[in-house]
């Protein structure tokens, strides 16, 4: 999302749709986190804030208001979108390591990722979670809300575990550069290819993604997070972000105005087909799911399960690529204030996503209309949150903006 941020301007048709692109993901981000307090498969396991499992993990707040419908547009979110945000950040490390040299790169990288990944989890995160403590606690002050939270075996990282596992990428490619100064411009004129043989550079990524997710989802299952520390982790996915991150680093060392993603390339001429691969590989994913979380599962059902993960989820990505890279390549005002702002909502929009789903809670309304009002009021919220602290260099710079000018009379 960060490397999305500083995107290079441009009047390209390609560098267009890749920033609605970038606004459009924001708000499938926004509403996919509205969404969880309202879907009907969650179990309200009664568990306190300092209880295991800790559910309000990923679910800070349960509501009884619930919709199968967002079960399945979650579950399909849940399958891509994270990997195809590393794609995207993925795209323009080429470029700017190639301009700059790896120290001051990687420098660039701490500041502008880590410091807001740091900033985050001490104040953003915390204030968060807040509602999900006082649900279950006896003590809802926050003395006694700093105590539970500082004895946790974990820090909460919320959304923002997305921030550093980016940093950590930029660190190995940066490395990578380091020590061989030509695998990625290699890697790029390999993936410069996929127009042209787009089934063999598909069925790469679909086996080096097989080999980074199923040995780690079979030891650890597809669900598990780590129980301790300060960097939250979900035990058989970084690798395969790693996979995703590195292939968008490869087509954008060989020039995202021409190739895979092009507004002329294969996807975008062969976006039907991308929808309906990618609807065929959820379903063939939600099928295999829902027979391995069987307790009496076997074996390879389960490797089953983890493989159509891979395929659907490398299908869902390239489809909403092709999407806009066939329909989006046009300026939006809206789409283009979003891109623009996307990184500062993605900051701190879940301070408002969990509160107004507290807020809601007693609320006599159908799931669908709730969901509908913490989507829009997060997304005003947040917006009004960014362009303030846009008004201070301090503010600005952490979320990677220009600073903005303050009206004098």
């Known amino acids: 999302m960060r490397r999305l941020a500083a995107m290079p301007r441009s009047n390209s048709r390609t560098s267009l749709a890749l920033a609605n692109l970038r606004g459009i993901v924001i708000l499938i981000v926004l509403a996919f986190h509205a969404m969880l307090a309202y879907l ?11 209880t295991p499992p800790y559910d309000w993990r990923a679910f800070p707040i349960i509501d009884s208001h619930r919709f199968f419908g967002f079960d399945l547009i979650c579950a399909w979110q849940d399958v891509y979108l994270m990997s195809l945000m590393y794609f995207l950040s993925g795209l323009f490390v080429w470029p700017s390591l190639a301009r700059k040299k790896d120290w001051v790169f990687l420098r660039d990288r701490t500041l502008r990722l880590g410091l807001p990944f740091a900033f985050g989890v001490a104040f953003v995160i915390p204030v968060a979670v807040y509602p999900a403590y006082r649900l279950t606690a006896a003590d809802p002050s926050l003395a006694a809300y700093w105590r539970s939270l500082l004895a946790l075996p974990f820090w909460p990282n919320g959304p923002l575990w997305f921030l550093w596992q980016l940093l950590a990428l930029n660190f190995i490619a940066a490395g990578l550069h380091f020590i061989a100064p030509k695998a990625i411009p290699a890697l790029g004129r390999w993936s410069a290819a996929a127009d042209k043989t787009l089934a063999r550079y598909f069925g790469v990524l679909l086996a080096v993604s097989a080999l980074a997710y199923v040995p780690l989802a079979i030891a650890f299952s597809p669900w598990a997070w780590s129980g301790s520390g300060f960097f939250a ?18 087509i954008g060392a060989a020039g995202i105005e021409r190739g895979l993603i092009a507004v002329d390339g294969i996807l975008a001429r062969r976006w039907a087909y991308a929808l309906a691969f990618a609807l065929g590989a959820l379903l063939l994913w939600m099928g295999l799911t829902a027979l391995s979380m069987n307790g009496g599962a076997s074996l390879s059902v389960k490797i089953a399960a983890d493989l159509s993960f891979v395929l659907a989820c490398a299908a869902g990505c390239f489809f909403l690529i092709a999407v806009c890279s066939r329909f989006a390549t046009g300026y939006s005002r809206l789409l283009g204030y979003l891109s623009a702002n996307a990184y500062g909502l993605y900051l701190v929009h879940y301070v408002f996503i969990v509160w107004l789903q507290y807020a809601l809670l007693a609320a006599p309304l159908f799931a669908v209309v709730k969901a509908g009002i913490v989507f ?34």
């Open 233 to 250: 982790v979900q035990y058989c996915r970084p690798l395969l972000y790693a996979v995703y991150f590195f292939a968008g680093i490869g």
């Open 376 to 409: 829009s009021g997060t997304l005003f919220l947040s917006l009004a949150t960014t362009f303030a602290v846009q008004r201070f260099p301090w503010g600005a710079r952490l979320i990677g903006t220009a600073p903005r000018a303050i009206a004098t009379s």
């Open 40 to 50: 009907n498969w969650v179990p309200v396991t009664g568990s306190g804030f300092d």
